[in-house]
């Protein structure tokens, strides 16, 4: 059965990363082959592609952003992007140096609920989208097969400057995960296993899936883990 996405299907709970792993956790799912990301410093968001236009929603799906995003939306419409397709990303305002992105601007894109105070702010600020994930995909629940599938979907989409995929990183230890994080000076990184499906749950429920968030603070020189 094919899903309609004019609008947010009721009751659908895409996965969150697992709270928290181990190190010896992280070894495990590298030598199985991982998916590593940076960790943008924004909000999580869902991306949907109905019959023409497309709608930005918070990760719960209870929160539309489209009218305070017109540039984005915009900028997604001009993209081939398959009709009801149901994208998972993150927008977040750049920093002027590059390394860790404000969002305390953009939350209040959102807690404005004034579409023309959000699109004055859009308009400021320009914030990115970072695309991590393809949930469904010309109506068909891709988020059944693995991730490495879901992302040569992805792969096959053009996007754009302000609309880019998530920046890949290779790390084989938490030592070089620990490196990387610090040297960059990044939130953290966000590592999933490729030959996982996406765990969406019908019931409105979220479920904890096969990805991971290291999400850094610096301690001694150590990398804690951790949840949002």
């Not at 609920?113 to 970072?130: I, Q, T």
């Not at 290291?214 to 020189?221: G, S, V």
Request: charged share 25%; glycine share 6%; aromatic share 8%.
């Amino acid at each position: 059965m094919r899903l309609n996405l004019n609008t947010y299907p009721a009751q659908f709970a895409p996965q969150k990363p697992q709270q928290q792993v181990s190190p010896e956790v992280l070894f495990a799912l590298l030598a199985k082959g991982a998916y590593v990301t940076k960790k943008y410093n924004g909000h999580r968001i869902h991306i949907l592609k109905g019959d023409r236009s497309v709608r930005i929603f918070s990760r719960n799906g209870k929160l539309e952003w489209t009218a305070c995003l017109p540039l984005l939306v915009a900028e997604l419409e001009a993209l081939d992007i398959l009709p009801h397709s149901f994208i998972d990303a993150e927008v977040y305002v750049p920093s002027v140096d590059g390394r860790i992105e404000s969002t305390i601007v953009l939350q209040s894109i959102v807690n404005s609920g004034d579409a023309a105070m959000g699109a004055r702010f859009e308009a400021s600020l320009l914030p990115r989208l970072a695309v991590f994930d393809i949930l469904v995909r010309d109506g068909i629940k891709v988020y059944l097969l693995p991730l490495r599938s879901r992302l040569d979907f992805l792969s096959s989409l053009v996007l754009s400057v302000r609309v880019h995929r998530a920046e890949e990183v290779t790390i084989s230890s938490y030592e070089q995960a620990l490196a990387l994080v610090k040297a960059a000076g990044w939130e953290g990184l966000v590592a999933a296993d490729l030959a996982a499906p996406h765990k969406v749950n019908l019931n409105g429920n979220t479920k904890r899936g096969e990805s991971f968030k290291l999400k850094a603070r610096f301690d001694e020189e150590f990398l804690v883990i951790a949840s949002e």
